[in-house]
């Protein structure tokens, strides 16, 4: 079964760090746009980052020089590594597949995980 | 950085109704779009991508047109388990992705 599971989520201070992790099964991952996607309480979907076949890695403004996209292909895991974390990190972070993706573009992003939670409070 | 507008923000409607969502670009994005429904405290659920191709297991009351800049999600014959948020996401030519601010639909 082709498969996402998030894990890592927690409570942190500002400006302290939290690694999320997001296991794949049925599939694998360096073959594949991978991204994270997340969405603050009540508030709508935003892409954060995303590593392509090639390791070429993008970020969102709001979170660059701050957050790190990364894989381990032994373990086929997907990584984000985020430091100096804002209040309005707080969010469901979701890591999500692309489909038929190609020089940059994609089909959509159709396998996704359950989400882990960061709250970012003191 | 590309830009997706999506009206309307809140929808009401009733069982059996027709419903039309649209996604407006910023720039042509050829056809890198998908459309996603969620629930709440559910992750988002992929219904079309490729703007107008259903996915797999999807029910085919869902459907999607168009191409360039404009782009329509539309629901026949809503039935109960539709009332959701739905959102368009465009991942043309190199990032960012942009998501709409998508459109809650409510039971009338």
């Known amino acids: 079964e082709v498969q996402l599971v998030e894990s890592g989520g927690g409570l942190i201070q500002p400006g302290g760090s939290l690694r999320l992790s997001c296991a794949a099964s049925?599939?694998?991952?360096?073959?594949?746009?991978m991204n994270w996607v997340r969405q603050a309480p009540g508030k709508g979907l935003e892409w954060v980052s995303v590593?392509?076949?090639?390791?070429?890695?993008y970020y969102a403004d709001s979170v660059k020089g701050r957050f790190t996209i990364s894989r381990d292909n032994s373990k086929n895991m997907l990584y984000l590594q985020m430091n100096s974390l804002r209040g309005e990190d707080t969010a469901v972070y979701y890591c999500?597949?692309?489909?038929?993706?190609?020089?940059?573009?994609?089909?959509?992003?159709?396998?996704w995980g359950q989400g882990t939670t960061v709250s970012v409070s003191s | 950085d590309i830009q997706l507008t999506q009206s309307p923000s809140f929808l009401s409607a009733s069982v059996g109704d027709r419903v039309t969502i649209t996604c407006r670009a910023s720039?042509?994005?050829?056809?890198?779009l998908a459309w996603y429904q969620q629930k709440p405290g559910k992750a988002p659920n992929l219904l079309i991508y490729?703007?107008?191709t259903l996915q797999s297991g999807v029910p085919s009351r869902f459907s999607g047109s168009g191409s360039g800049t404009e782009f329509t999600l539309t629901i026949i014959s809503l039935q109960p388990e539709d009332f959701a948020t739905y959102y368009c996401?465009?991942?043309?030519?190199?990032?960012?992705?942009?998501f709409g601010q998508g459109t809650k639909l409510e039971i009338k």
């Open positions: 999500a597949r692309g489909i038929y993706c190609s020089s940059g573009s994609c089909y959509g992003m159709d396998v």
């Open positions: 720039q042509g994005i050829s056809t890198y």
């Open positions: 996401l465009q991942l043309n030519s190199y990032p960012p992705y942009t």
């Open positions: 490729a703007a107008s």
């Open positions: 590593i392509y076949t090639g390791d070429t890695t």
């Open positions: 049925g599939f694998i991952v360096s073959s594949n746009y």
